[in-house]
C-alpha cells in the first residue's frame, strides 16, 4: 500500500494562493488515480480534484473549485500537487491526498470510498 504525506496548507487571505503537495512512499504512483478530498468541520468529505494516472490525461473537478484549482502529478518525483488560486473562506478545510491503484477497477473517482489510501492531511484556512 502506498504511504501519503500532504504538505503545504496553512493561512492565507481571500484570493490568495497555496499549492498543495502530497508525497508517496512505499510504491509508485505512476499506476495509481490520484485524488484530493477536503473536509470542513461538520461537514462530510467532499471530492475536490482526480488525477488520472497518466500523467496528462483527464483531471476532473468539483463544480465548487473549477476554474481555481489545478491538479497536477510529477511521476518522476512520486508527488501529486493541488495549485489552489482565488481562494475564498469556504475553502477552508482540511484537505487529504488520496490513491487507487489502477489495477483495481470499479468505483466513481469522486467517492471517497474508491479510494485505498490517504494521507493525515493538511489545513487550509482562508480569512476574509
Known amino acids: 500500500q502506498v504511504q501519503l504525506v500532504e504538505s503545504g496548507g496553512g493561512l492565507v487571505q481571500a484570493g490568495g494562493s497555496l499549492r498543495l503537495s502530497c508525497a508517496a512512499s512505499?510504491?509508485?504512483?505512476?499506476?495509481?488515480?490520484m485524488a484530493w478530498f477536503r473536509q470542513a468541520p461538520g461537514k462530510e468529505r467532499e471530492f475536490v480534484a482526480f488525477?488520472?494516472?497518466?500523467?496528462?490525461?483527464?483531471?476532473y473537478y468539483s463544480d465548487s473549485v473549477k476554474g481555481r484549482f489545478t491538479g497536477s502529478r510529477d511521476n518522476a518525483k512520486n508527488t501529486v500537487y493541488l495549485q489552489m488560486n482565488r481562494l475564498k473562506p469556504e475553502d477552508t478545510a482540511v484537505y487529504y491526498c488520496?490513491?487507487?491503484?489502477?489495477?483495481?477497477?470499479?468505483?466513481?473517482?469522486?467517492?471517497?470510498?474508491?479510494?485505498?489510501?490517504w494521507g493525515q492531511g493538511t489545513q487550509v484556512t482562508v480569512s476574509s
Open positions: 488520496a490513491a487507487k491503484a489502477s489495477a483495481n477497477s470499479g468505483g466513481l473517482y469522486y467517492s471517497p470510498s474508491t479510494y485505498d489510501s
Open positions: 512505499g510504491r509508485t504512483i505512476s499506476s495509481y488515480f
Open positions: 488525477v488520472h494516472w497518466r500523467s496528462g490525461s483527464s483531471t
